[in-house]
């Protein structure tokens, strides 16, 4: 049997220690402060939205025999990833979602080694739709589009990484 | 939530000035946005680091309040850098508070980041709110850190259930807060690996 050394430490860390101090702030002003300062970086994350936006249209437009090849599809994916991120940070729920959804489909199309411009086409021009600025869509128009995006996905059987995929399905990139 | 408890809870002051942060992540909007709450917080502007490698060279003559990572970072993965910290000898390096960033929340990818000794692994992107209550929770949650051959970071459980069997094996159900113990001096207790991996098991 293996002696295996094992010790337990109850440590106070400097956060905690300064965390306890006297003064500071609320939870209500704290959180009215940050979201203003985040706010202020709207005009940023926009020109981000629509820099990112124009470099997916560019990769999908020059796809050749309509297929992109697994380099495209992984430069696509960061691409897309950023637009989520806009997206989230700055509650444009619709723009997120089809993002989202564009991820989900490259990501499975790198997954199974599938080369199909399609389904991205249509989920970058459902997006082109979505952009602020953009198309001044209706509620039910939106929900249409979205539900046709599903539709793409299920026609793939892909999974939704924002709802956690089956381990064998993970992207490799984090390295131990 | 109760309505007393959300008042209660919006009235209550935390004070964060003078906290330092380093932020390690290589996306420019994502840093600008975190910094951005982190300072409307009253912290301290962070430090921002863009590589593992950078992170390291800066933490052999820094301390730090907190540490945020990126899951992914340009020249390692986040676990091997919170590896690197958690076996510091420098005391308090080795136990400042680590936050891990990802988009990639797959169970897996979470369980290499909690099993390198992460205190909290948050899902891009933050909100002020998610960001706020994230911190408030490691500055006023006091966990246990384990240390043994593979694996050192915070207590990885959370569930405080009672034993299956009624008997309390575990070695914190008889260890007092404040203390720092070796268990194999303390009782002569001899762990086999096995046993000890289903102890730290989540």
């Known amino acids: 049997m293996t002696r295996v050394s094992k010790m337990i430490h109850f440590p106070k860390t400097r956060l905690a220690e300064l965390a306890e101090r006297h003064g500071g702030m609320t939870r209500s002003h704290a959180l009215e402060e940050a979201t203003k300062g985040v706010q202020g970086m709207l005009d940023v994350g926009l020109d981000m939205i629509r820099q990112a936006m124009a470099a997916i249209e560019a990769t999908i437009y020059s796809a050749k025999q309509g297929r992109l090849d697994h380099a495209a599809m992984q430069g696509l994916l960061r691409q897309a990833d950023q637009i989520v991120t806009m997206a989230a940070t700055f509650a444009y729920a619709t723009l997120e979602e089809a993002s989202k959804s564009l991820c989900d489909v490259a990501d499975g199309l790198v997954a199974r080694g599938m080369t199909d411009a399609a389904p991205i086409i249509v989920h970058v021009q459902a997006m082109r739709l979505m952009i602020p600025g953009s198309a001044n869509l209706a509620e039910g128009e939106v929900a249409l589009i979205l539900a046709e995006l599903a539709r793409v996905r299920d026609h793939y059987r892909f999974v939704r990484l924002s709802s956690g995929a089956p381990a064998d399905l993970e992207p490799s990139e984090i390295v131990t | ?202």
């Open chain 2, 1 to 202: 939530m109760g309505e007393r408890r959300r008042r209660n809870m919006s009235r209550a002051k935390i004070n964060l000035g003078g906290v330092t942060t380093l932020l390690v992540d290589g996306d420019t909007f994502m840093r600008g946005s975190i910094a951005q709450m982190l300072r409307r917080f009253g912290m301290n502007t962070p430090t921002i680091c863009e590589s593992g490698a950078a992170t390291m060279a800066h933490l052999e003559h820094h301390y730090v309040e907190l540490c945020m990572f990126e899951a992914i970072l340009p020249d390692m993965g986040c676990a091997e850098l919170i590896r690197w910290i958690r076996r510091q000898t420098k005391s308090p390096l080795r136990f400042v508070p680590i936050v891990v960033l990802t988009s990639y929340t797959l169970h897996r990818n979470l369980a290499i980041i909690r099993d390198a000794g992460a205190n909290l692994i948050i899902k891009r992107p933050v909100s002020p709110q998610l960001l706020l209550d994230s911190i408030t929770w490691l500055a006023k949650t006091s966990r246990s850190f384990i240390e043994t051959a593979k694996y050192v970071g915070p207590d990885r459980r959370f569930r405080t259930l009672e034993p299956l069997d009624g008997k309390h094996k575990r070695e914190t159900d008889v260890t007092k807060i404040g203390d720092t113990v070796s268990l194999d001096d303390r009782n002569e207790q001899t762990f086999s690996e096995p046993s000890l991996n289903r102890a730290l098991a989540v």
